[in-house]
Nanobody, 115 residues
């Protein structure tokens, strides 16, 4: 049974930083791409960043240069370092893994950036 558990969200002032963590279990995650998505109130869920099994990274234009995704395959974990946070980054952030064409999601962690 695949499980993804996010942590690290919180309230931060604009310009601050947070590091999100996603602990995965139930599969060999080193073989799969993993990503972070976010959903703000009244908006659709959007891709923030993803990292392939080989370590290639891709970012949404809105977070390039501010966010960094990384993974630790030995720990079955993926991280999102968020710097220079802006109020528009406020959202629930979700960890995602695609395994055998099936999307798996964590429960989400709230990130709130005050101006």
């Amino acid at each position: 049974q695949v499980q993804l558990v996010e942590s690290g969200g919180g309230l931060v002032q604009a310009g601050g930083s947070l590091r999100l963590s996603c602990a995965a279990s139930g599969s060999t995650f080193s073989s799969h791409a993993m990503g972070w998505y976010r959903q703000a109130p009244g908006k659709r869920r959007e891709l923030v960043a993803f990292i392939t099994s080989g370590g290639s990274k891709n970012y949404a234009d809105s977070v390039k240069g501010r966010f960094t995704i990384s993974r630790d395959n030995a720990q079955n974990s993926v991280y999102l370092q968020m710097n220079n946070l802006k109020p528009e980054d406020t959202a629930v952030y979700y960890c995602n893994a695609v395994i055998k064409f099936t999307d798996y999601w964590g429960q989400g962690t709230q990130v709130t950036v005050s101006s």
